[in-house]
């Protein structure tokens, strides 16, 4: 069984900017709800369809799959509850691990979250200085639930406020 162990935190946007190109993710969730996602995610010119399990403490079983592309894009625009998750995902390497940052757009857009996932859940990991808030126990910052209930962060600018 595939584990995946994670860690999130909210990121001070003040103190952090992509040094680098991100990948443009899409993705939606079929079937929410009982602890178990099966997420359809399209990351930049791959898809996937993920299942993952209840989290307990920061781990949780996770199985991947390459689908097709146009298979996850119709999954995406038929199949998956609304609104979907946008986001720009960055990778950034700090002291020994890769972070993920991710820039949400759309419905989430302002809200900037890092993840780094663990070998185990005891590992030791030096904080960057760009990190805010640990959300890692948080329901409401995991992904399946920004998409039934998006969170807008800090940085949102609503266009109509010009």
Not at 5 to 27: A, C, H, S
Not at 47 to 60: E, N
Not at 79 to 106: M, N, S
Request: include cysteine; hydrophobic fraction near 35%.
């Amino acid at each position: 069984m595939a584990i995946e162990i994670e860690r999130k935190f909210l990121v001070d946007k003040t103190r952090w900017q992509p040094d680098n190109t991100g990948v443009r993710y899409r993705q939606g969730y079929l079937c929410p709800g009982a602890g178990i996602t099966v997420r359809v995610r399209i990351a930049g010119t791959q898809a996937f369809l993920t299942v993952k399990g209840p989290t307990t403490g920061y781990a949780r079983a996770e199985y991947e799959y390459p689908v097709p592309v146009s298979d996850a894009e119709e999954m995406l625009t038929d199949l998956c509850q609304k609104p979907l998750i946008e986001k720009v995902r960055y990778r950034v390497e700090h002291a020994g691990h890769t972070w993920e940052v991710d820039v949400f757009q759309g419905d989430n857009s302002g809200l900037i979250l890092a993840e780094i996932e663990l070998d185990s859940e005891d590992t030791r990991f030096a904080l960057p200085a760009w990190i805010g808030e640990e959300v890692s126990g948080d329901p409401m910052y995991f992904n399946s639930a920004l998409a039934r209930t998006p969170q807008p962060g800090p940085y949102h600018v609503d266009p109509a406020s010009g």
